[in-house]
């Protein structure tokens, strides 16, 4: 299984960006589907999570500002970030619980990141 992130780039602050992450590979089902940042310095952090079922979960930090969601027949998830603030800056990641047959235990799988930079 892989994931493939995009949709990073430079905002100026109150802008916004759409992140992407599709699961490609051999995929019977994924569970949770998760966004994690990290910026400069910082330790990795999560931002928002979204089960299968779809319901939703955000770091204090961006409850209103931000909105994840999923196509489950694309394995795709998305994060739409609105009034995007300087802090907002740092390597997004992706991630997902995922098991390729009816028998396996769901692992845990990682994109590549995607760099996220609020200036003006």
């Known amino acids: 299984v892989q994931l493939q992130a995009s949709g990073g780039g430079l905002v100026q602050p109150g802008g916004s960006l759409r992140l992407s992450c599709a699961a490609s590979g051999s995929i019977f089902s994924i569970n949770d589907m998760k966004w994690y940042r990290q910026a400069p310095g910082k330790q990795r952090e999560l931002v928002a999570a979204i089960t299968s079922g779809g319901s939703t979960n955000y770091a204090d930090s961006v409850k209103g500002r931000f909105t994840i969601s999923r196509d489950n027949p694309k394995n795709t998830v998305y994060l739409q970030m609105n009034s995007l603030e300087p802090e907002d800056t740092a390597v997004y990641y992706c991630?997902?619980?995922?098991?390729?047959?009816?028998?396996?235990?769901?692992?845990?799988?990682w994109g590549q990141g995607t760099l996220v930079t609020v200036s003006s």
């Open positions: 991630n997902a619980g995922a098991r390729s047959t009816v028998v396996d235990y769901y692992k845990d799988y």
